[in-house]
C-alpha cells in the first residue's frame, strides 16, 4: 500500500503518528479558557524555534502561501517598491503575490541554482537613495531547486549600505529543519507553514513579526481583513482568536514542537544534515550531481537531482509513484523534466532515506537510465555507517 511507504517531496512531509493523534480531538470551544491554555505553548514554542527576541508569532488557518500574502499586505501599499531576487519557482511565486497586490517588484533575475545575490541585493539598496525600497524579500530555501541562501549576509548589505527596509524571509521549506535565527538575522516577518518541518497536515500559516513590521501596520494601505494581524493580536490578547482557528492542527503544533525540543533543535538539523548529505553523496555515485550550483548552497532539506541528457527526471516520478507507491518531487518550471527532486525533510531517519534512495534507483533501471543497481544507496550506506546516527544523537 503506498500510503505505508514514507513521501519523499519536500512538503507536505510525513506525519509521526503521535502528531496524527494530537491533531485529532473533540470539539473545543475557541472562546472558553481551553483554548487559551492550548494555543500559548504553541505560539511560545514558535517563537523559540524562530529564536525571537520580541515581537509576535501569528498563527493563521492558511497555507505558506497565505502567509506571503500576510506580510505583505500588513505593512506595504499599493505601489510601494520591494526588493526580490528570482531564482526559482517560489521566490518567482511570491513576486507574482506582490505584483498582483499592485506593489513595485524591483527584481534581481539570478540563474536558477543559484541562491539570494548577496552583493547585488546590497548594490541595489546603495542605489535607492530616496528609500523607496521599503521590504527586501528573500526566500531562504528555494525548494525548486534546493539551494539555501544566506539570510545573515542579506541582514548584513542591509546594514552596510546603511538601509531601513524591512527584512522579509520565506523559510516555509527551511524553518524547523535547518538553523534560523530571527534575532539573530534581524528578520522582519518570518513565513513558515505546518506541513514541512513542523510534520503537520496542511492548514496554517505560521509567522513571526518583529515590533518594526508591527508598526509598519499603521500607514499599510493594502487592504486586509482575514490576514490582518492587529485583529489577530488584539483577539490574542483576550485569549481569543478573530474567527474560528484551525484547534486540532494548533494541538497539533504544540506537540510537534514538543518532539522537535526533545530531539534537541541542534540534533534536529545536524539530523537533516546527515541525511542530506547521504542523498547527495547517492546522486554524485549516479554520476550526477544537485542542481545547485555550489556546495555551500546545497539544502538540507531538498535536493533536485539533475538528471542525465536524454532522460526525463518527471518519468521517474510518475514510475516511482505508479509502479512503488513512493513520492517524490517533479521539475517545476524551467527545470521541469531536467530534475527531480528527493525532500528530506521533516520525520525520516537513515532507514527511510535509504528507502528511498533504494526506489528511485530502481526506477533509474527500469527506465534505462545510465545507473548500476546499488551504486547510490552504497554510497549513502558508507556515510551513513561511518558517522553518528542520528538516533544515537537524539538518545544523548
Ligand atoms: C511549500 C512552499 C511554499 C508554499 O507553501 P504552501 O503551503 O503550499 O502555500 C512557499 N515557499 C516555499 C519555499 C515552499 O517550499
Known amino acids: 500500500m503506498s500510503m505505508q511507504n514514507p513521501v519523499f517531496i519536500p512538503g507536505p512531509t510525513n506525519i509521526p503518528d503521535s502528531v496524527r493523534k494530537a491533531c485529532d480531538m473533540g470539539t473545543l470551544d475557541h472562546r472558553s479558557p481551553a483554548f ?17 527576541s520580541d515581537g509576535e508569532v501569528i498563527v493563521i488557518p ?15 501599499s499599493p505601489g510601494d517598491t520591494v526588493l526580490a531576487a528570482r531564482f526559482g519557482m517560489f521566490s518567482h511565486r511570491w ?28 548594490a541595489a539598496l546603495r542605489a535607492d537613495h530616496e528609500g523607496k525600497i521599503k521590504a527586501v524579500l528573500a526566500t531562504h530555501n528555494e525548494t525548486a531547486t534546493g539551494v539555501k541562501s544566506d539570510i545573515a549576509g542579506i541582514r548584513r548589505a542591509l546594514d552596510a549600505a ?27 516577518i518570518a513565513v513558515a507553514g505546518s506541513q514541512k518541518g513542523f510534520m503537520l497536515p496542511a492548514g496554517l500559516a505560521i509567522l513571526g513579526v518583529s515590533p518594526k513590521a508591527i508598526a509598519a501596520m499603521e500607514t499599510a494601505g493594502l487592504p486586509r481583513t482575514f490576514f490582518d494581524f492587529n485583529d489577530m493580536l488584539s483577539a490574542y490578547a483576550r485569549g481569543g482568536y478573530p474567527y474560528t482557528p484551525a484547534v486540532g492542527l494548533i494541538a497539533g503544533l504544540a506537540h510537534s514542537i514538543d518532539l522537535l525540543e526533545s530531539e534537541g533543535m541542534d540534533n534536529v538539523y545536524t539530523r537533516h ?23 555551500d548552497l546545497y539544502s538540507d532539506t531538498v535536493t533536485a537531482v ?5 532522460c526525463d527526471g518527471t518519468a521517474l516520478v510518475q514510475l516511482a509513484a505508479t509502479k512503488y507507491g513512493m513520492a517524490f518531487g517533479v521539475g517545476l518550471g524551467e527545470v521541469a ?54 538516533l544515537a544523537l537524539a538518545a544523548e
Open 36 to 52: 487559551a491554555r492550548m494555543f500559548k505553548p504553541a505560539v511560545e514554542g514558535v517563537r523559540r524555534v524562530l529564536k525571537m
Open 62 to 76: 492558511s497555507t505558506g502561501t497565505g502567509g506571503w500574502e500576510a506580510a505583505v499586505t500588513n505593512t506595504l
Open 95 to 122: 513576486i507574482d503575490l506582490c505584483q498582483r497586490h499592485g506593489l513595485n517588484v524591483e527584481i534581481i533575475e539570478t540563474p536558477w541554482g543559484q541562491g539570494a545575490p548577496v552583493s547585488a541585493i546590497e
Open 162 to 188: 546603511g538601509h531601513g527596509a524591512m527584512l522579509f524571509v520565506d523559510g516555509v521549506s527551511s524553518i524547523a529543519s535547518m538553523p534560523f535565527d530571527f534575532a539573530g538575522w534581524g528578520v522582519d
Open 273 to 295: 544534515q546527515r541525511l542530506a548529505e547521504g542523498v547527495r553523496r547517492a546522486v554524485f555515485a549516479w554520476g550526477m550531481t544537485p542542481f545547485a550550483s555550489t556546495a
Open 306 to 310: 539533475k538528471v542525465p541528457e536524454g
Open 337 to 390: 523534466g531536467k530534475v527531480f527532486r528527493i525532500g528530506h525533510l521533516g520525520m525520516l531517519t537513515e532507514a527511510m532515506v535509504l528507502s528511498g534512495l533504494c526506489v528511485a534507483e530502481m526506477c533509474m533501471a527500469d527506465l534505462g537510465w545510465p545507473v548500476k543497481l546499488g551504486t547510490g544507496v552504497a554510497a549513502a550506506q558508507e556515510y551513513y555507517r561511518g558517522t553518528v546516527p542520528a
